[in-house]
């Protein structure tokens, strides 16, 4: 079976976010760039992403049990281990939330074994081949 990796960049403005076949020489699968709306506050944000990274795989033709991980590039101060973006200055109400923990919550990631991880922007690059999603 074909293991894909997603890799989301949050940003600002924008989220960018692709979905890569690593049997297919990390061919993009799917791709697409949103409106972050980080003024409408961190429970609004996580729910884009979820939400995208669900019809990203949707329109891949793939599930949950084919991902094999998911990296999220977040601007700001993080604590990786725990998945915990401590502060980020793009987005207001920002403050200690547990990324990866609420983003494997989602009724959608529940039962699967995605691995999830958080990364500063900057550090982000080894996250998925370089041009992912335009970047």
Known sequence: MSKFVIGMDLGGT?????????????????????????????????NRMK???HELMKEAGIGPMDVSC???????????REGLSILSPNFPEWENIHVVDRMGRSSFFRFSSIMMFVSTC????????AGAAGT
């Open 51 to 53: 939400r995208i990274a």
């Open 14 to 46: 924008r989220i960018k976010s692709a979905v890569f076949d690593a049997d297919a020489g990390w061919r993009i699968a799917a791709e697409r760039m949103d409106a972050t709306e980080a003024d409408k506050g961190p429970e609004h944000v996580l």
């Open 70 to 80: 998911m990296g999220m590039g977040i601007p700001g101060l993080l604590d990786p």
């Open 122 to 129: 900057t550090g982000s690059g080894g996250l998925a081949p």
